[in-house]
């Protein structure tokens, strides 16, 4: 390896602007895309950098999710696979799992969707004999 490319690895991220809109081009740092010139005004310091609001970014603490039941009061883990309710979206531990225990805003739309499946199950079902006359 270049002494002088395994240096550039230790300044500072507020020189790194160049090698940044190198490697987002797709330039290889190894490459001699980047001269020696450029190297080294990078480490002197005489660099002269792009507008801070081309390359700000905004870095958030990711939230941490709850890992514990939706019924208030109920301190258990949810079910992986089996504890997301369909119709209000909340993640329920075993005992909670269903619509009717742990009251589901929806419950109704959910008693309608499983009349309405079930109808057409029982329709499709259906035999019926031919009259004789």
């Keep these: ?6 240096d550039v690895a230790f300044f500072s991220s ?24 450029t190297i080294a005004s990078v480490l002197s ?6 507008p801070a609001s081309s390359t700000t970014t905004t870095t958030t603490t990711p939230t941490r999710k709850s890992n514990k039941c939706s019924v208030e009061g109920c301190t258990d883990r949810p079910v992986k696979i089996i504890g ?6 909340s993640k329920y531990c075993s005992r909670h799992r269903l619509p009717e225990a742990h009251a589901c805003v929806n419950l109704q739309s959910c008693r309608d969707e499983s009349i309405s499946r079930l109808n057409n199950k029982l329709m499709s079902e259906k035999t019926v004999a031919a009259k004789i006359r």
């Design 84 to 89: 997301d309710c369909r119709y209000c979206n």
């Design 45 to 50: 310091g005489n660099h002269q950098s792009p």
């Design 1 to 6: 390896m270049r002494e002088d490319v395994r």
């Design 14 to 37: 507020e020189r790194a602007c160049c090698f940044q809109s190198a490697l987002a081009s797709g330039h290889n740092i190894m490459s001699s895309s980047l001269n020696n010139q």
